[in-house]
T-cell receptor
């Protein structure tokens, strides 16, 4: 199966600044997904990133706050803009790989642990 | 109501015990179901898919009840290494489109 690498693994940022998280997959994937996992909570899908088109955002997430790039089929970035302490979370990139005819397995990057001070 | 609900635990069990986790989902159109395992400060990884007929993988057994919209995971003969958070995951996407929805996870602590 493909390998997915995410960086940075962690960062501490000042409020009002922005952080760009990068994800690299070692094979081509059609869609990549960005999740947020706040302490004690489930993974929440932020957006779906397709190559060559604008990302699709889930309810509660907007492009101005979380701009996403998908320049090719192996790479994507998520930017957390104008950060506030509420943005402190773990951010994970992911892609889905088919398993048989019906199932899908999600593979995740190692996560970026963001602390905003 | 959350789309996928789990008891957050923690479940504290001794080695060798049998433990069961439950999960309910709200979207009756969901097509596929999974259990993922997430170790502390690590990314989630697929533990097993859940099939309508129920399926077993070693010490792990998963069951699906579509009528009740209920999924379970049974772990027999618990090992220390089973300590982790177990995430119930439902594919709520439409046909041809995948969208995985994650429960909050159930934390398991296996002690000597």
């Amino acid at each position: 199966s493909a390998v997915i690498s995410q960086k940075p693994s962690r960062d501490i940022c000042q409020r009002g600044t922005s952080l760009t998280i990068q994800c690299q997959v070692d094979s081509q994937v059609t869609m990549m997904f960005w999740y947020r996992q706040q302490p004690g909570q489930s993974l929440t899908l932020i957006a779906t990133a397709n190559q060559g088109s604008e990302a699709t955002y889930e309810s509660g997430f907007v492009i101005d706050k979380f701009p996403i790039s998908r320049p090719n089929l192996t790479f994507s970035t998520l930017t957390v803009s104008n950060m506030s302490p509420e943005d402190s979370s773990i951010y994970l990139c992911s892609f889905y790989s088919p398993v048989g005819a019906l199932n899908t397995e999600a593979f995740f990057g190692q996560g970026t642990r963001l602390t905003v001070v | 109501r959350k789309e996928v609900e789990q008891d957050p635990g923690p479940f504290n069990v001794p080695e060798g015990a049998t433990v069961a986790f439950n999960c309910t989902y709200s979207n009756s159109a969901s097509q596929s179901f999974f259990w993922y395992r997430q170790d502390c400060r690590k990314e989630p990884k697929l533990l097993m898919s859940v099939y309508s007929s129920g399926n077993e993988d070693g010490r792990f057994t998963a069951q699906l009840n579509r009528a009740s919209q209920y999924i379970s995971l049974l772990i027999r003969d618990s090992k220390l290494s089973d300590s982790a958070t177990y995430l119930c995951v439902v594919n709520s996407g439409d046909t041809g489109f995948q969208k995985l929805v994650f429960g909050t996870g159930t934390r398991l602590l296996v002690s000597p």
